[in-house]
């Protein structure tokens, strides 16, 4: 440090001025910002000390920057210059530079957190805030979102208690949004959005209001009063002239409530509202939402899984082209749960394998939550019990932003099928049990689905009219649940319940509807195991059609690297001679 010191001292007045100056704008700076900051009006004192400076070798040309032309020779003359300047003239400099660059730049977005750094060492405090909510707001452009809290969380703090006009509004409701993605803190997110809509509907600002409605109503708990949320939004999105990017986004909310209470129709009605004005507005982020929900719904309902994959891949391919590799990992994660229906392991495992490097390059949990869930569920149809293990216990580790419902309910039922492939009935009767506890708290569309799950591990085990009356409550659902992937199910459990009681004319309808359903959504796997169960119940009283039915299932277990049930097929196979 004494000897970069004793450097300095032996420049020029106009090179130490001009080197101070240049220590304060950063490693790399725009000579053009540094002249003006450090008050050289004559050009000839300019140019000498430029000079000056790339003679001492202090300063060399940069390279491969449009708006930085000189850069320091070591980082470490930069520091040390700049920790030895007294703090009143670096606050002076870092406001001189602010304010050339405010004035050069006008229009650049991608400055905002330069500008925000000067202002905020200059001192100048609603300078600061105007920049760090436009850096948080580019930020989230950037699909930055731990970037984005940072700069929100400066911003708030730059704000007085009472303050009540838009830029105290923009910072709030960024700073909730960011702080829900990154951390969670839903009574902190929750307080502040109250706040930023009080500010929004008090100056009868449409596109804040709108932004506040949706963003209250993001992780609301309650579906119906979710809604209730985005309906206010909308109505006043729609006061907005020219602006249809908050209204296809309300479409967005709207089918995303929906979903989680199961209404699939509704879904769809909003989801292709969203994709139908999405196109019209070219807007490539609503139309990656748009496939997205649209896989994710028909993947949900059970198929067609092919439909269902075209759109995720879609998706993700919008997602990736815009740098949105977050919403990208989503999609590659529910592309590769397609292929598993479809019967295709090793894609699958490619996908889910792609979900997880971006969303660990994303830092996103919940994205490497699923990964890894998908994962467990791969190694669980290979019968890799131990990587299974190894796959859920990641999950667990996994600290979730906020409590997230609908994974442990996931998690729960991929436990249950690793209890299964154990053969610890009991573990997995208890662990979908609690599933289903769960799902009737927080996310009903999934019930049925349990309650089939449940029939399934009791078939054998308990007394058939259980069996039948879980079956029969997953039948009686409402219309938005009465699915064909859980008629398909329902029927195949049926076949078997039949079976056992000894109802042969009952049994091949029931597993014949169940096949037909199962190939209408292109369940491969399903399909597959229809055809065992199947030819389990008809190897004695009729072998030709068992051997048909095993061989078939055979070729999709092999090709779907499903060991356990290819290795179950070969067993009863033997039994035919």
């Keep these: 440090e004494e000897l970069i010191l004793a450097r300095a001292s032996r420049l020029t007045s106009v090179g130490q001025a001009t080197l101070e100056a240049a220590a304060v704008a950063g490693q790399e700076f725009d000579f053009g910002i540094v002249e003006q900051a450090s008050g050289l009006n004559n050009e000839e004192a300019t140019l000498a000390a430029l000079e000056e400076l790339l003679r001492r070798q ?46 050069a730049y ?12 000067h202002f905020e060492r200059a001192g100048a405090s609603e300078k600061a805030l105007y920049w760090l909510v436009e850096a948080g707001q580019q930020a989230r452009r950037n699909h930055a979102p731990r970037e984005a809290l940072s700069h929100f969380r400066r911003a708030v703090a730059h704000l007085t208690p009472n303050r009540s006009d838009v830029l105290a509004a923009r910072a709030l409701t960024g700073l909730a949004v960011a702080q829900r993605e990154v951390v969670g803190d839903e009574q902190s997110v929750a307080t502040w959005l109250n706040r930023a809509l009080s500010i929004w509907q008090a100056l009868d600002e449409p596109a804040g209001i709108a932004e506040a409605w949706y963003a209250l109503a993001h992780h609301h708990a309650d579906c119906a009063q979710a809604r209730a949320m985005i309906q ?118 490619a996908e889910c394998r792609t979900a997880l490097q971006l969303s660990l390059v994303q830092e996103i949990p919940w994205r490497q ?31 979730m932003p906020q409590p997230d419902h609908f994974q442990e309910i996931a998690l729960q039922r991929t436990r249950a099928h690793l209890a299964t492939l154990t053969g610890d009935v009991e573990s997995a009767r208890s662990l979908t049990i609690e599933a289903l506890e769960l799902s009737r708290r927080f996310y009903t569309r999934y019930v049925p689905l349990l309650e089939l799950e449940l029939a399934g591990l009791d078939i054998g085990e308990r007394d058939n009219l259980s069996v039948q009356a879980r079956i029969g409550h997953a039948r009686s659902q ?88 290819a290795a179950r097929v070969k067993q009863l196979w033997s039994t035919l001679g």
């Design 232 to 349: 206010q939004g909308l109505d006043a999105a729609q006061r907005i002239k020219g602006s249809p990017e908050l209204i296809v986004r309300g479409y967005g909310l709207m089918a995303r409530f929906f979903e989680h209470e199961g209404d699939y129709l509704n879904t769809r009605i909003w989801t292709l509202r969203q994709m139908e004005l999405s196109q019209q507005i070219d807007s490539p982020h609503e139309l990656a939402y748009a496939h997205h929900r649209l896989g994710s719904l028909i993947s949900r309902v059970g198929g067609p899984m092919s439909e269902a994959l075209r759109h995720e891949q879609t998706a993700a391919h919008l997602a990736e082209e815009l740098g949105w590799l977050d919403f990208a990992a989503g999609s590659h994660n529910i592309a590769g749960y397609c292929l598993l229906a479809l019967g295709q392991t090793r894609q699958a495992e």
């Design 106 to 117: 006008a229009g650049q977005p991608d400055l905002a957190d330069t500008l925000a750094y």
């Design 369 to 399: 939550c699923w990964a890894y869930h998908y994962l467990a569920e791969i190694a669980i149809r290979r019968g890799d019990g131990q990587a299974a293990v190894q796959a859920l216990e990641r999950a667990e580790q996994l600290v």
């Design 478 to 565: 409402p219309d938005q649940f009465g699915l064909v992937y859980l008629a398909a199910l329902a029927d195949r459990l049926s076949g078997k319940t039949a079976a056992l009681n000894g109802k042969v004319s009952a049994v091949d309808d029931a597993f014949a509807a169940s096949l037909q359903q199962f190939e209408q959504l292109e369940q491969v796997i399903e399909i597959a195991r229809t055809q065992l169960a199947w030819a389990t119940v008809s190897l004695k009283r009729d072998p030709p059609r068992a051997r048909s039915l095993l061989a078939a299932a055979f070729t999709a277990f092999e090709v779907a690297e499903a060991v356990p049930e």
């Design 58 to 103: 202090f300063i060399v040309e940069a390279q491969g920057s449009a708006k930085c032309d000189y850069a320091f020779t070591h980082p470490m003359l930069r520091e040390t210059v700049y920790a030895n300047l007294h703090h009143l003239r670096r606050r002076r400099l870092h406001r001189l530079i602010a304010l050339a660059m405010e004035q």
